[in-house]
């Protein structure tokens, strides 16, 4: 089978924390020289919990050989696309106040990133930003990324009532942000259509040769333990990958390209069409 014909269906399941103990995991060069990898691979602007940046490389080897444009219904950090660096793509998430940090990197980009740079790392700061709510978009965008580069693990953690909760992590760098790649960064945002909403009406415009990479919350309670839902105050539920699995199906029949990352959890595997292909990688040593 065809690599193309592979991704068509591609279900690339993890979760597994033993290295495959095969020697060498694969890398890219495929796609990238060893000498250009440092200098091409961007890493996303944010941290953010099951951000794939550190599996960017198997994706990126798994890739269609042509593609119209790369959608990220479900976009967090966006890995994918600041590796890919696609010439067209579009990032949509439930998360208002992580789109607006995007918009505004892309639109006032100078002004966002002379703000950022004037500040430092402090405790009281971060929770003086994180009682406030400003309703500002740059002062937004400035919150979003002081609390992000600061909290505890990369975690964004809302309450119910959508309030931000994340203590502040056990570190205090002296350096918060590296300026040019925030500028990198912005640049490549030009290229991407930002959207705040549920994955389901994104799903519904795609055309046939896009490529969509689909990386869901796990559901609390699910077997494998990995459960993290809480990135805003509407929690992904299995009711969610029921929908999600149905739009796969009409996304595949359009030709659409997918690939779908799950936790490697029986339960929820189950949910999904039967005939995808599954890749299982294993997180840990790269
Ligand atoms: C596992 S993270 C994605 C990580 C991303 N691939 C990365 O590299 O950072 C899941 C994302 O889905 C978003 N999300 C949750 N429910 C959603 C929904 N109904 N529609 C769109 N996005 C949703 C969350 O806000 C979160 O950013």
């Not at 550190?54 to 600041?82: D, H």
């Not at 995007?102 to 990133?113: D, G, N, T």
């Amino acid at each position: 089978m065809s690599a193309v014909s592979r991704l068509k269906w591609g279900v690339f399941i993890y979760g597994e924390s033993a290295y495959n103990g095969r020697g060498r995991v694969p890398t890219f060069e495929i796609i990238m020289s060893a000498r250009s990898i440092k200098d091409k691979l961007i890493r996303p602007p944010i941290r953010w919990v099951g951000g794939k940046f550190q599996i960017v490389r198997y994706l990126l080897k798994l890739l269609p050989e042509n593609f119209s444009s790369l959608i990220e219904p479900m976009a967090g950090s966006a890995a994918f696309f600041f590796a890919l660096q696609p010439q067209k793509g579009i990032l949509l998430d439930i998360n208002e106040e992580l789109i607006n940090y995007y918009k505004v990197l892309r639109a006032k980009s100078a002004l966002l990133i002379s703000r950022l740079m004037s500040l430092k790392a402090s405790k009281h700061l971060y929770y003086e930003m994180r009682s406030a709510n400003p309703s500002d978009e740059l002062e937004r965008a400035v919150r979003f990324a002081y609390l992000n580069r600061l909290c505890w693990n990369g975690v964004y953690r809302v309450n119910k009532n959508g309030f931000f909760n994340v203590p502040i992590g056990s570190r205090l760098p002296k350096k918060l942000w590296d300026k040019c790649h925030l500028r990198k960064c912005a640049r490549l945002l030009q290229r991407a259509e930002l959207y705040k909403g549920d994955f389901e009406e994104t799903l519904r415009y795609c055309r046939k040769a896009d490529l969509v990479f689909i990386d869901p919350p796990y559901p609390k309670g699910s077997k494998s333990g990995l459960g993290f839902n809480r990135y805003s105050s509407i929690r992904f539920s299995i009711e969610d990958h029921y929908r999600l699995a149905n739009s796969i199906n009409n996304l595949v029949d359009k030709n659409v390209y997918v690939m779908v990352a799950l936790t490697n959890d029986e339960e929820l595997i189950s949910i999904y069409p039967s005939e995808l292909n599954k890749t299982v990688w294993k997180a840990g040593r790269p």
